[in-house]
């Protein structure tokens, strides 16, 4: 996942409670981190809704409502110079319940209800998503963002709060 011969790199790595309480907390962090890394704010935002989503997820799926679980999240920034692209790579881990990896899909965007677009959101937003299990328990979800790629967040049609 680390790219070789960067000049710039920072990483942080949170653990904490998988609770709503921690989620702005969580998207404050990570925009801060990802301007730091030249990542402009749409992009940056962009990338804390894929987090807030994922970790949403963790909290309503996973850990069936509990307030009290842990996860951690770990984020890179990658950046060789300040003219080059920037990076973005994530890993959330938890221990949550195990669930088929072949269940982790998006529900049809035409289906029209409330809920269901968390596995869509992630997978329009950033370059890569890919769910596995941990094995000591739990799941693994590691996402990348590339400065560079033509796979833009600016196409989904997405604000938010981030305060």
Do not use: F
């Given at each position: 996942m680390e790219p070789k011969n960067t000049e710039y790199t920072a990483t942080a790595t949170l653990s904490l409670p998988a609770s709503p309480a921690w989620y702005g907390t969580i998207r404050n962090?990570?925009?801060?981190?990802?301007?730091?890394?030249?990542?402009?704010?749409?992009?940056?935002?962009?990338?804390?809704?894929?987090?807030?989503?994922?970790?949403?997820?963790?909290?309503?799926?996973?850990?069936?409502?509990?307030?009290?679980?842990?996860?951690?999240?770990?984020?890179?920034?990658?950046?060789?110079?300040?003219?080059?692209?920037?990076?973005?790579?994530?890993?959330?881990?938890?221990?949550?319940?195990?669930?088929?990896?072949?269940?982790?899909?998006?529900?049809?965007?035409?289906?029209?209800?409330?809920?269901?677009?968390?596995?869509?959101?992630?997978q329009s937003i950033m370059d890569t998503a890919t769910w596995s299990h941990r094995d000591e328990g739990g799941m693994r979800l590691i996402m990348e963002k590339h400065g560079d790629n033509s796979h833009n967040s600016t196409d989904v049609k997405i604000e938010r709060n981030l305060h």
């Open positions: 962090l990570i925009m801060h981190l990802c301007r730091n890394c030249g990542v402009d704010d749409r992009n940056a935002g962009s990338i804390s809704l894929a987090i807030d989503e994922a970790v949403s997820n963790i909290h309503r799926h996973g850990y069936h409502g509990s307030h009290d679980e842990m996860i951690e999240i770990k984020i890179t920034g990658y950046r060789a110079t300040s003219s080059s692209p920037w990076k973005i790579c994530i890993c959330i881990e938890d221990l949550a319940d195990q669930i088929e990896l072949t269940k982790i899909k998006s529900r049809e965007i035409d289906d029209i209800r409330p809920g269901g677009l968390g596995v869509h959101l992630i």
